[in-house]
């Protein structure tokens, strides 16, 4: 069972290494940090309406902040949906079903090989645009110390650390982004549904979140784990939202799994 999904994960991934998209995505993970924090560097205005937008030119440190603040709006959802909204539906806009599970592999191992590709993607493009923003803020802005939430100065050691837990407490979240749109592929049958649907879900998430509702139904939500790092950046720091989110994050990838997995088993493509 494992070599067989491991045979079947090799396979996707040289498929996605192959793929245009998936290089654009890591290419602009790697550069759009780069590129706004330079714009910040050379200009004098500031996103001031955003979480540490003001003091983006006063320290580096701030300039990873503002990019995972920023990328909870679009890029995580982009990320989570772009291989694994594709990657099962790809085999019926193709017709290759009959033939990849006339192979010798079976359903179970083709599943799960595709799983993990959706779901190493997502992580994989999540810490490279984490580690590309840190370095930009430190090589472009500088390593001075960073202003909390709580106004309280953190020596550039300590924030870093912070910083970096911060980008780690969005990974559940972002996995559980993934199996949605993993879902939606097996369920659709569509490519442009499984990469649209999960981003236009998650940003009606993110809207709910912003109006008067019952807190249970907003710690439910698969976004709430964007914005639970808030508490590591305040005095003194908490860590509830960010086990809410966490544990959210696992139901939604557990789910929809389930569901995507027993869809894809009783569906007559042979095999």
Request: hydrophobic share 55%; proline share 4%; with cysteine.
């Amino acid at each position: 069972m494992l070599r067989g999904i491991g045979a079947v994960t090799s396979v996707e991934c040289s498929k996605l290494a192959a793929q245009m998209k998936t290089r654009i995505v890591l290419a602009a993970c790697v550069a759009g940090p780069f590129v706004f924090a330079v714009a910040m560097r050379v200009q004098s205005n500031v996103p001031a309406d955003t979480l540490f937008g003001r003091s983006i030119t006063e320290s580096g440190l701030a300039v990873p902040l503002v990019v995972l603040g920023f990328a909870a709006l679009w890029v995580f959802p982009v990320v989570a949906s772009v291989v694994g909204g594709d990657l099962f539906s790809s085999e019926d806009r193709y017709g290759t079903w009959a033939t990849l599970l006339t192979r010798s592999r079976t359903r179970a191992e083709v599943f799960a090989g595709k799983v993990v590709t959706a779901l190493g993607f997502s992580l994989v493009a999540t810490v490279v645009l984490a580690l590309s923003s840190i370095a930009a803020g430190l090589l472009v802005i500088g390593h001075q110390p960073l202003v909390n939430l709580s106004g309280v100065l953190l020596a550039p050691g300590p924030a870093l650390v912070r910083i970096a837990t911060a980008w780690a407490s969005v990974l559940p979240s972002a996995i559980g982004l993934t199996a949605l749109a993993v879902l939606a592929s097996v369920a659709t049958r569509s490519s442009a549904a499984g990469i649209g649907l999960p981003v236009v879900g998650a940003l009606t998430m993110q809207l709910y979140a912003m109006v008067d509702g019952p807190e249970v139904i907003r710690r439910s939500l698969i976004t709430s784990g964007f914005g639970a790092w808030h508490g590591l950046l305040a005095e003194p720091s908490y860590y509830g939202p960010i086990g809410h989110a966490a544990l959210a994050g696992m139901l939604y990838l557990v789910v929809c799994l389930a569901i995507a997995h027993h869809v894809l088993r009783h569906r007559d493509i042979g095999g």
